[in-house]
């Protein structure tokens, strides 16, 4: 008898993000394109996985609405309304990665980033962690590849070529190294 594993792959095509003012407190939703045309701050939050001193980062897939092909952190995505970001970490997690794992936030930071197709990124980030050496299944419509690369030379890549890696990804990743080292 033939053994059979599947995974159903979940493309982040949620419509809505969740708005926020700038202490983090509700203040609706919107759709999620308008959100990223006209800079409206909203919820959103990026998994770092890591393990002896290698972090494991996805190029984004070619067909992502802005930064495709960029390098960046194991997961990120937005929160549901009503959906915690640790709930939301954990199932974006698994749905872009095929990782089931606890995961640790933190910290979090707000910033603004443009695009040359005229789509900005205004988000509060929650950055949460993991410590994982297991297996992976990448859904294909969100991560065009993954590798694994040394804390060091991922540091000197980034400072050498900066224009490869998405700009929440550079903000966040000297103090998640510190953090978790």
């Known amino acids: 008898m033939l053994a059979f594993s599947y995974k159903i792959f979940y493309t982040d095509n949620m419509s809505e993000v969740v708005l926020i003012d700038l202490n983090d407190k509700e203040i609706g939703t919107c759709e999620k394109m308008k959100a990223h045309q006209q800079a409206l701050l909203h919820?959103?939050?990026?998994?770092?996985?890591?393990?002896?001193?290698?972090?494991?980062?996805?190029?984004r897939a070619l067909n992502k609405y802005h930064c495709p092909g960029l390098w960046t952190n194991t997961c990120c995505s937005h929160p549901k309304m009503n959906e915690s970001y640790h709930d939301a970490a954990k199932r974006r997690l698994f749905e872009e990665c095929g990782i089931i794992c606890e995961v640790e936030e933190i910290f979090h930071f707000t910033y603004f980033a443009s695009f040359p197709n005229g789509l900005c990124e205004y988000e509060r980030d929650h950055v949460f962690v993991a410590d994982y050496n297991g297996k992976m299944i990448i859904d294909?419509?969100?991560?065009?590849?993954?590798?694994?690369?040394?804390?060091?030379?991922?540091?000197?890549?980034?400072?050498?070529?900066?224009?490869?890696?998405?700009?929440?990804?550079?903000?966040?990743?000297?103090?998640?190294?510190?953090?978790?080292?």
């Open 43 to 59: 919820r959103a939050f990026s998994v770092f996985i890591y393990h002896d001193h290698k972090m494991c980062i996805q190029k």
């Open 140 to 181: 294909p419509e969100e991560i065009e590849e993954i590798k694994w690369i040394d804390f060091s030379d991922l540091l000197e890549d980034v400072r050498i070529h900066p224009k490869e890696y998405t700009p929440w990804f550079i903000t966040a990743l000297d103090k998640v190294i510190e953090r978790i080292k």
